[in-house]
């Protein structure tokens, strides 16, 4: 990154700092610290496994001994957190250091925006939305990995539009370590370096390029996976994969079709039953379920999965945080003065994702950005289909996207510029 700031940088920084810093305070001094720790994850993934690492010295979940070693989180997050509760910090200064990653990411976009020759306005725009999301805001305030994934890998896209492939490749092999959906991302990005350089470069340059690329990439990733080769003999990321598949599409699709699909029994005498569904050991059975259901029900299975990620793109994740967040906090709100307004903006905010939707579509007819629309409307259709039947969630649709949001409303912008040009060019041509 530039080691100087414009004075525009300054104060999108400001905005979206300022803006989640005034919440953290109000949820500090409102709930206290475990005010931060309002989604179950929370507590039950990130928190516990960062005292397993202190206290324990072991990368683990199990809330009592004996501690075995797991990998249904990938680390960083863990590391992360780890690193301020031995330092003894309060949680408010995990939230802290997660609000300063917002600032950056909303200068980030802003730079991207110049980068891709888009307009100041549209720059500006793109910065000022992804700084203000409510949603957002929200998910920055939790002790979640969302917004350190999205912080590295949105300034991970930043080198990679500034044409820096070797540090872009380690920052996007960070932010798997942060949450393994970016390593279906990182072959997008490849081709697109390919195809970008493939006129430009001598041959020689290119393919000694893309290998450092690919070799920086895994180099990240090697500790972790060797780690989980020695521990549980495979190179796998995550155990929470096929647990997840299993869970959350398997399941669902069976249960939609009156299907009894078998269910793992937990040996007698295994140590720790709350983490017994995480086990990697669990691993070929979730995965034998799965593709039982998928080639016994083909096309009723293709039909659900891609319905189901359809709706996980139009889920209202307003009347999430209106339903589970305001209103059990503040149950007395809705009923008030406030209620009406509030009811509003999440009835209204359906029709405003429409028309950033429809803007973002309408960006490809904008030459310019044509080929980068191509690259992130690919990577977010990976993100999209990787969710699932994550649609019936509700709550957790909208974390995933932070990543890609600001994205959105960048080639939003773009999307409305194309337009005002081409109704102005219809007129002069009348």
């Known amino acids: ?7 525009t940088e300054i104060l999108l920084f400001c905005l979206a700092f300022g803006v989640r810093f005034l919440y953290a305070v109000f949820v500090q001094l409102k709930f206290g ?37 797991d990998a249904y989180r990938t680390p960083l997050y863990t590391f992360f957190v780890a690193f301020f509760l031995w330092l003894k ?38 910065a000022v939305l992804t700084s203000l999301e409510p949603a957002s805001v929200y998910w920055n305030n939790l002790l979640m990995s969302d917004y350190l994934f999205a912080f590295l890998f949105i300034w991970s896209a930043y080198e990679f539009v500034n044409q820096r492939y070797y540090y872009f490749s380690v920052l996007i092999g960070l932010a798997t370590l942060a949450r393994p959906v970016s390593l279906y991302f ?79 029994i937990m040996p007698e005498g295994y140590p720790n039953p709350q983490t017994f569904a995480y086990d990697f050991a669990n691993t070929a059975f979730y995965k034998q379920q799965f593709f039982k259901i998928a080639k016994e029900h083909p096309l009723a299975y293709f039909k659900f999965h891609l319905s189901s990620a359809w709706r996980s793109i139009w889920n209202n994740h307003y009347r999430y945080l209106v339903d589970y967040v305001i209103k059990p906090k503040f149950p007395t709100l809705l009923s008030g003065v406030y209620g009406g307004p509030i009811r509003m903006f999440v009835t209204t905010s359906s029709v405003i994702k429409f028309i950033i939707f429809g803007l973002f579509i309408f960006s490809y007819f904008d030459k310019r950005s044509r080929p980068w629309f191509g690259l992130f409307i690919v990577v977010m259709a990976i993100n999209t289909l990787t969710l699932g039947s994550a649609a019936y969630l509700g709550a957790d649709v909208s974390r995933y996207n932070i990543p890609l949001s600001p994205f959105v409303f960048l080639f939003a912008g773009a999307g409305f510029v194309a337009v005002i040009n081409n109704i102005r060019f219809f007129y002069e041509r009348r």
């Open 1 to 7: 990154m530039k080691s100087k700031f414009s004075k």
């Open 186 to 264: 990182f072959p997008v990005f490849l081709v697109a370096m390919v195809c970008r350089e493939f006129n430009s470069a001598s041959k020689l340059r290119l393919a000694r390029g893309f290998v450092v690329t690919l070799l920086i990439f895994f180099t990240a990733l090697f500790p972790w996976t060797l780690r989980n080769k020695i521990v549980f003999d495979t190179w796998q990321l995550s155990s929470a994969s096929w647990y997840n598949v299993y869970t959350f599409l398997a399941q669902r699709f069976a249960d939609s079709r009156g299907i009894a699909l078998a269910q793992r």
């Open 33 to 69: 610290s475990h005010g931060f720790l309002a989604y179950s994850d929370a507590m039950s993934f990130y928190l516990q496994g960062a005292e397993n690492l202190i206290n324990h010295h072991i990368f683990s979940l199990d809330t009592n001994p004996p501690y075995m070693p």
């Open 89 to 126: 910090s309060p949680f408010f200064f995990i939230i802290l250091a997660q609000n300063i990653m917002a600032g950056f990411i909303s200068v980030l976009i802003y730079r991207i925006g110049l980068l891709l020759n888009f307009s100041y306005g549209v720059s500006v725009f793109a």
